[in-house]
């Protein structure tokens, strides 16, 4: 059955919406710096409480999912590929910051979307 773009990204949206557990290793924010030619992503601690909400682990206030937010991150990672980011991420650290294979697929996913934006000069907006 062949399908067609329209399909694939039917799919894909489908899937954005359902529910993944937050990572208690943290989360990322990543994007692009177009004059050096990298893939950055900005990794930042949380805690979980008992609801499922990412909290700030100073203030235990919930983190929002839009806008902007006043917070220090604890690492910049830095790569020309995908799979240099990766490898800086899950196997130069000692203590890898993700901690669910989920979150790592999908960070591996958001690398190469961010890398194909990068090499073809399109906007990147991660998911």
Known sequence: MERTLEDLTAIDDKLSKRHIDLDPGGYFIIYLDREAGLICAK??????????????????KPIPARGKVQRTSTTLYRGRT????????????????????????????????????LVNGQEYVQD
Do not use: M, S
Request: with cysteine.
């Open 43 to 60: 990794h930042y601690t949380n805690a979980i409480d008992d609801r499922g909400l990412a909290v700030d682990p100073e203030t235990g």
């Open 82 to 117: 995908a799979k240099e980011i990766c490898v800086e991420i899950f196997e130069q650290e000692q203590t890898c910051p993700v901690t669910y294979l989920d979150h790592a697929a999908y960070l591996g996913r958001e690398f190469v979307r961010a890398e194909i934006a």
